[in-house]
């Protein structure tokens, strides 16, 4: 039992789901059972790295390196709690879902990651460009103001960014929007 605790820690994203010290597992008006989970989120921000990342804690265990968090709702308890899968998976009973929507989250950052890491070609003035899933895409320097403003098709966003990793982002949110509604 003292390896596997051990081995959740070093993975620094869950919880220990600890039922010693000051865990809130330990006061008796915190029932541990009856909650259902609503979603999980995760806490870092698009593009960050991982020593920017603004770990959460987990409202039961006090395990204070979360970042898949799972909010779970009880009837008999006003607030929602902040939690990680551990103690998730304990206070639902579900040893399913919570473990299931965290890895669909996973799988995504890991797509993100890809996508960042994909080489875009330099053109002569600067901008960036990149055939995907034949669909031209731009990221054009602004030389004044040095941001970046991004092209999908024949389409420009909006938005300037400051640095070349938040366009290849929005362009990727821009692409997962076209594919939701459908146009891509
Ligand atoms: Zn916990």
């Known amino acids: 039992m003292k390896n596997k605790n051990n081995d959740i820690i070093l993975n620094g994203t869950d919880c220990k789901s600890a039922a010693a010290g000051e865990s809130s597992w330990n006061l008796p008006n915190i029932p541990h059972k009856g909650w259902t989970i609503v979603d999980v989120i995760d806490i870092r921000e698009d593009g960050q790295s991982e020593d920017e990342t603004d770990y959460q804690t987990c409202m039961m265990c006090n395990y204070n390196r979360i970042r898949y968090v799972h909010i779970v709702s009880h009837p008999e308890v006003e607030n929602d709690f902040e939690v990680g899968c551990v103690c998730a998976e304990k206070m639902t009973g579900d040893y399913i879902n919570p473990k299931r929507l ?83």
């Open 102 to 184: 965290e890895k669909k989250l996973r799988q995504r950052t890991a797509r993100r990651i890809t996508w960042i890491k994909k080489s875009w070609k330099l053109t002569e003035n600067g901008n960036h460009t990149l055939i995907f899933e034949e669909h031209r895409l731009l990221i054009f320097k602004d030389k004044k103001t040095n941001k970046y403003k991004c092209k999908i098709g024949e389409v420009w966003g909006k938005k300037s960014f400051d640095t070349i990793d938040q366009a290849k982002n929005a362009v990727y949110n821009g692409i997962d929007y076209l594919k939701v509604k459908g146009e891509w």
